[in-house]
C-alpha cells in the first residue's frame, strides 16, 4: 500500500503563485502516470494535470499556460506549480497515482484558496 500525501496547500492572492508536492512512501517511477485533481464545492472532481511514466503532460484547459505539473523520481515526489492564481482554483487539491488498470492511490488532499 502506497502512501501519497499533499502539501503546500494554503491561503494565497489572486494574481500569486503556490507549489504542491506530493510524497509518495513508494516509487513513482513505477506509476503509470502521476496527476492531480481537484474539487470545489459543490463541483465535480476534475482532473487537472497528469504527467505519464514517459514523462508527457497533458492539463486541463482552465489552468493550461498557468500550472506546471512536475515529478522528481529520486524524491518520490510529484510537483504542481501554480501561478497566476484565480479565485476560481479554489478547491482541495489531490495526487493520484496509477499503477495499474485496476491499482490507484490517492492522497488525503490539500486545501487552496485564493481571495480576490
Known amino acids: 500500500q502506497v502512501q501519497l500525501v499533499e502539501s503546500g496547500g494554503g491561503l494565497v492572492q489572486a494574481g500569486g503563485s503556490l507549489r504542491l508536492s506530493c510524497a509518495a512512501s513508494g516509487s513513482i517511477f513505477r506509476a503509470i502516470a502521476m496527476g492531480w485533481y481537484r474539487q470545489a464545492p459543490g463541483k465535480q472532481r476534475e482532473l487537472v494535470a497528469v504527467?505519464?511514466?514517459?514523462?508527457?503532460?497533458t492539463y486541463a484547459d482552465s489552468v493550461k499556460g498557468r500550472f506546471t505539473i512536475s515529478r522528481d523520481d529520486a524524491k518520490n515526489t510529484v510537483y504542481l506549480t501554480m501561478n497566476s492564481l484565480k479565485p476560481e482554483d479554489t478547491a482541495v487539491y489531490y495526487c493520484?497515482?496509477?499503477?495499474?488498470?485496476?491499482?490507484?492511490?490517492w492522497g488525503q488532499g490539500t486545501q487552496v484558496t485564493v481571495s480576490s
Open positions: 493520484h497515482a496509477r499503477w495499474s488498470i485496476s491499482g490507484d492511490s
Open positions: 504527467i505519464t511514466s514517459g514523462g508527457l503532460t
